[in-house]
């Protein structure tokens, strides 16, 4: 399996992994992140490899070729390169993106060196270069001079040079993907190149059946090194799990590059795969409608791990809304298993230590120093401007005694110190509590001693056509929900009466719903219970069944 992040924070990506290894099959998860080192642990029985992005720039052209070998030995040609970049070809002069190995370079013909470069081509007043831009990727590496300040200090100056490089940039994609059609990202984003030169002969050496490729960053490193086993005599088949609607998601920078690159690298690459999975039955019908796919994604929803402790079943008391709170990578086909490497070998990770969700899940009301009774709200994820948080920090002031628990990946993170200064300026600072994420196994029983939980998002495609990963969460935890009216989760809550519907940054409508749903809390708790309870089909259980059945049937040989 292949991911464009650490692994710890993406519990889709964990609970995929874990899963299929307890079907039977041999997992290696590969994720590339801004880490310092490789990491190396195992999830149950699959085994975690966290690559260094940094690795891509540090690796030395003397190792240029990883050259996959097959039972006839190596075979020239289809190599993964370490030092390729925008429009670079492999050792042989063959692009390592071409299925035939026919050699299309940039998707034209185009070699490195010819037409606009981009390092030199179109330049904006700012003097920062047209081609490479400044780079989200790969952080300060490789830049100096006026860009590197410009990035580091941010802020005002960094955003102005960026608008004003807008029309340069627009100029640019018009210009790349005239001459290279979908291949135009290896001007615009010649990012995505890291994934592959880190990435790609991990993959090569696993010599895996199947590959899980998470997300549009990887299916590009999936679909070129199905590529190289197909030269070298193996049949690799791939499964693309596509968590969002790219043309729907929100660009993480500043920059009119992002989308049109990376929606071309997708196109490029998705006739690769043998099978698609998605989040949601309304994604699946626009990945259909964008892409004509022979065949309907197979829909794996975000729901959480049954066997994880449920919360207690006994209601609890109902809150008094003025009580004052207390401060405080690759598949393989199952079957025997390699044996055991003796424990002196340096390359084999240390032995598991016990996991933290075998022991007793932490106390989300403990963590915040409430005691039962004081109203507390929650909110579970990543946090972003877009996620709607201020809105919720809005309406506090409108719910006397009311606290709100944030559990995010980073406390410190930039953007939830700047939510934590409104709150103090909004005079409920101490009714805020910042908390990390706990293990994705005992996340419903953390969350479980919290009275509400949130879900804020502003309208914004992707937000509209999914039930996301904390909704179920939530949901298993037997909380009351109040949402913001993105489509589907708002139709969802409202068939189901599992919670209250607010308009989209509106602080006094949150207030509102959550002031109905503290009034009656067992009243929205009991959509959870008895027959006609949507829990048995929320379960990652559930989920992982469509998955095994899905690999079993690509891997299972055909007459």
């Given amino acids: 399996m292949l991911v464009d992040n650490a692994v710890d924070g993406d519990s889709r990506v964990q609970k995929t992994a874990r899963s299929a290894a307890d079907a039977g099959w041999d997992v290696t998860l590969i994720g590339c992140a801004h880490v310092d080192a490789e990491r190396r642990w195992r999830l149950g029985d699959a085994e975690v490899r966290v690559l260094p992005l940094a690795a891509a720039r540090a690796t030395p052209p003397a190792t240029a070729s990883a050259v996959v070998s097959g039972p006839g030995g190596g075979v020239p040609g289809v190599g993964v390169s370490a030092d390729l970049g925008p429009g670079d070809v492999s050792a042989s002069g063959r692009d390592v993106g071409s299925r035939d190995g026919s050699g299309l370079r940039d998707g034209s013909g185009l070699r490195g060196g010819s037409g606009l470069r981009g390092g030199s081509g179109l330049r904006g007043g700012s003097g920062l270069r047209g081609g490479s831009g400044l780079r989200g990727g790969s952080g300060l590496r490789g830049v100096s001079g006026l860009r590197a300040r410009l990035v580091a200090r941010g802020g005002l100056p960094l955003r102005a040079v960026r608008l004003a490089r807008r029309p340069v940039e627009h100029a640019e994609v018009r210009y790349w993907r005239a001459r290279l059609r979908d291949g135009a990202w ?6 995505l190149w890291d994934y592959e030169r880190v990435a790609g002969p991990v993959v090569d050496d696993l010599r895996p059946d199947l590959i899980h490729a998470h997300d549009f960053r990887m299916l590009g490193v999936a679909a070129r090194a199905v590529d190289r086993a197909c030269a070298a005599g193996r049949d690799v088949k791939l499964v693309w799990d596509a968590h969002e609607w790219l043309p729907g998601a929100r660009p993480r920078r500043d920059n009119a590059r992002w989308l049109p ?8 690459y998705v006739g690769h795969a043998d099978a698609v999975v998605t989040v949601s039955d309304t994604l699946a019908d626009l990945l259909v409608r964008d892409h004509d796919l022979p065949d309907r994604p197979t829909v794996v929803l975000n729901a959480p791990i049954a066997a994880a402790p449920e919360p207690p079943a006994p209601e609890p008391p109902a809150p008094e809304l003025a009580a004052p709170g207390l401060s405080a990578p690759g598949l393989s086909a199952p079957g ?4 055991e490497p003796p424990a002196s070998d340096p390359s084999v990770p240390e032995p598991a230590a016990p996991e933290p969700a075998d022991l007793p899940p932490p106390d989300l009301r403990e963590r915040c120093g409430l005691r039962p009774g004081t109203p507390l709200l929650v909110y579970s994820g990543a946090m972003a401007v877009q996620r709607g948080v201020d809105t919720v920090v809005e ?4 719910l006397s005694g009311v606290h709100l628990a944030l559990v995010v990946a980073d406390p410190a993170a930039t953007y939830v110190r700047q939510v934590v200064a409104r709150a103090t300026r909004h005079g409920v ?5 910042v908390l990390p994420y706990v293990p994705h196994r005992q996340l419903v029983a953390f969350l479980a001693t919290a009275d509400i939980g949130l879900i804020p998002l502003h309208h914004w495609p992707n937000h509209e056509i999914a039930l996301i990963t904390k909704f179920f969460e939530y949901a298993h935890a037997r909380l ?5 009216d993105v489509r589907t989760m708002a139709e969802t809550v409202r068939a189901t009466g599992q919670g209250e519907v607010f308009r989209a940054r509106d602080a006094a409508d949150l207030a509102r719903a959550v002031r109905t749903v503290l009034a009656n809390p067992a009243r929205y708790r009991a959509a959870y219970e008895g027959p006609d309870s949507p829990l048995p089909g929320w379960t990652w259980e ?9 690999y079993r049937r690509l891997l299972t040989p055909t007459r």
């Avoid at 309406?395 to 409108?398: F, R, T, V, Y």
């Avoid at 559930?542 to 899905?550: G, I, T």
């Fill in 395 to 398: 309406a506090l002031p409108l």
């Fill in 480 to 484: 009351p929900i109040v949402v913001s």
């Fill in 429 to 433: 600072g101490d009714r805020v509590h």
């Fill in 186 to 191: 290896r001007r615009l984003e010649p990012g």
């Fill in 261 to 268: 690159a990376h929606l071309g690298y997708v196109r490029e």
């Fill in 336 to 339: 025997p298993r390699a044996p």
């Fill in 542 to 550: 559930a989920q992982a069944e469509r998955l095994d059945a899905l």
